[in-house]
């Protein structure tokens, strides 16, 4: 670790027994001074050269120095002199340590360069700070998301003095000071003049207000029992100079370490969620909604930003976790889980069938967990569907839910082609439709059970020439069920209904090839009925449109099961009978008068 001396402005490197020492807090400007400058300067202060004189990054470095002094320290750590940027493999050394440096610091001093202190409003007064406090804590209450009690003119005035002054500074629009801001255990704020204005743990509830992170946090709670998605969400109204930094500059609150990348973007960010969900099980890293202007109706699992975490900042684990976590781990096909639940009973949903619990609750409404809600697009594999915030507080009762029994894969990869694929996996693919007055909805089972979205009754294609599947569901009554079969080969399909004991046993394997089961359905004598007493059921074939609500239209065919009473169907046969033999009668009635009518 290199360190300033702050007496002799010279530099001195430690490895072992580093020494106490103060570090800055600080916004970039355009008069910063480097290594090389410090380095090419005299040997001491009061023979600096002129032309660092006038530089304002100077001017901090020996506004520094001297606070440090006269609190009794020897040496100062300050970012813009003390790395040596021209040499990647210490910036990168820099930037994963710079956390446990600021955390190790004897004093941090967080130097507020646009900001001018009001004789006449002290943030240290105690009934602005507990006014601040109360609220904190108010806000957090489970209130089923209504407002907590409004705030008195007098509070008004406070918050308003606060965000006109204090919370328009850049420090606290910087993505670096968010750590610089939590790391230390003692941190001392100062104006533009270089005057102390109160501490962090004076100062606690106020910065809370302003940033919010809490104040539990901010006084040296730790930091690992707060929610990944909470933390992610101090770092929404941040901003970095470079997009790769937005990353960076979170390693230290997740207690990540990765190699630097300058140049790969956004993916920076990518890599610091991947690194984050290997060495953690916290789920709500994926509790991030998409802003309301992105009409992507399908995602990957990754946010595209820290902004994105806006909606979690009242994150909290439920008092019962009722999801006993599995394990996860991020492979070539994506995030392999084991934890996916799908709805097993009710009407078709717009929040969709399949979804993967994240195990935390809003604090202001703690009986919602948060899910996320997936689409199916291959086998085994799916995309996280409609990632807004009103698709992603569900309130499910799990009591309908049933965990998958095989290994799921989650798509972990943006792409642009990403809702195209999901919506073509759909193209051709079978519904079948059913009366629940005839059928128990929670019985619905079927083969391959990677190929069907069971909630909704439909055989997914994914954009296969060749694909079949067996669906069965027992009738209302004590006979067993129906089962319904078909076959997708080149353009053709073939299907055919059939009662659960007349199917032939060999369909039970779920390995079978489309032309193995087409055989065996062309055996069958009859495909199109199956009496199941008291209930008859026949089976009609249409084209449908698979799409939800405004989406583009997905062609797919709809199989509807028809099911009457057996005494109804008898009836009907009867009433068509005795309508037939009436027509019979009269036609023969008309052809002999006509006989008659030539003979004589």
Not at 91 to 96: C, D, G, T, V
Not at 276 to 300: E, G, P, Q
Not at 538 to 561: A, M, P, W, Y
């Amino acid at each position: 670790m290199r360190l300033l001396h702050c007496k002799s402005l010279a530099f001195e490197e430690f490895v072992h027994d580093i020494p106490r020492y103060a570090i800055l807090s600080h916004t970039w400007g355009d008069e910063e001074v480097s290594l090389d400058d410090m380095k090419s300067a005299p040997a001491s202060v009061s023979t600096a050269s002129s032309r660092l004189e006038g530089l304002e990054g100077y001017r901090k470095i020996r506004a520094s120095c001297r606070i440090a002094q006269e609190q009794g320290l020897d040496y100062a750590w300050i970012d813009t002199c003390c790395i040596d940027k021209s040499s990647s493999a210490e910036l990168s050394e820099a930037i994963n340590s710079m956390f446990a440096w600021y955390r190790d610091a004897a004093v941090c001093y967080a130097w507020l360069s646009d900001y001018a202190q009001d004789a006449a409003f002290s943030l240290t007064d105690e009934a602005i700070l507990a006014s601040f406090a109360s609220r904190e804590s108010a806000v957090e209450q489970d209130r089923a998301f209504s407002d907590p009690p409004p705030l008195t003119s007098k509070e008004l005035d406070m918050r308003n003095h606060v965000a006109q002054g204090l919370r328009k500074c850049k420090w606290f629009s910087r993505g670096w000071t968010l750590q610089e801001l939590i790391a230390p255990g003692h941190v001392e704020f100062y104006d533009r003049d270089w005057k102390c204005f109160g501490s962090k743990a004076q100062l606690a509830p106020v910065l809370s207000w302003i940033t919010g992170i809490d104040s539990a946090v901010l006084k040296g709670g730790p930091l690992d029992q707060v929610l990944v998605g909470r933390r992610m969400s101090w770092a929404a109204n941040r901003r970095t100079r470079r997009v790769e930094d937005m990353a960076y500059c979170l390693l230290g609150i997740f207690d990540i370490n990765m190699p630097l990348l300058y140049g790969e973007g956004d993916k920076a960010f990518t890599r610091l969620q991947e690194e984050i969900i290997r060495s953690s099980n916290d789920l709500s890293i994926f509790a991030w909604t998409a802003a309301l202007n992105d009409k992507r109706s399908f995602r990957s699992l990754w946010a595209s930003s820290p902004n994105e975490f806006r909606s979690c900042q009242f994150l909290v684990r439920p008092t019962l976790e009722w999801n006993v976590r599995g394990e996860y781990g991020i492979t070539s096909r994506g995030l392999r889980t084991t934890d996916m639940i799908r709805t097993v009973r009710g009407e078709a949903s717009r929040k969709g069938s399949y979804f993967l619990p994240l195990d935390c609750v809003d604090a202001r409404q703690k009986k919602d967990i948060r899910f996320v809600s997936l689409e199916q697009y291959g086998p085994s594999l799916f995309a996280r569907r409609k990632p807004w915030l009103y698709d992603t507080v569900v309130d499910i009762d799990v009591s309908q839910a049933a965990r998958l029994p095989q290994p799921q894969y989650i798509c972990c990869r943006e792409s642009p082609d990403l809702e195209a694929m999901v919506r073509t996996s759909r193209v051709g693919s079978v519904q079948i439709d059913f009366s629940v007055e005839a059928f128990d909805e929670t019985s619905i089972t079927a083969q391959p059970e990677t190929d069907w979205d069971l909630r909704n009754s439909v055989l997914l294609s994914y954009r296969r020439r060749q694909f079949w599947g067996c669906w069965r569901i027992r009738t209302m009554s004590d006979e067993p069920g129906v089962c319904v079969v078909c076959v997708q080969s080149d353009g053709w399909l073939q299907y055919g209904i059939f009662p659960w004991h007349d199917l032939p046993p060999a369909m039970d394997h779920s390995d079978l090839l489309p032309s193995q089961v087409a055989s065996m359905l062309e055996s069958l004598p009859v495909r199109t009925s199956a009496r199941c007493p008291p209930w008859y059921h026949t089976v009609e074939l249409s084209e449908h449109d698979l799409g939800e609500g405004n989406s583009s239209e997905i062609s797919g065919t709809l199989l509807r099961i028809k099911s009457r009473k057996i005494y109804e169907a008898q009836g009907d046969r009867t009433t068509v009978k005795t309508r037939f033999q009436r027509i019979l009668q009269k036609t023969n009635a008309t052809v002999n008068n006509k006989l008659r009518q030539r003979t004589f």
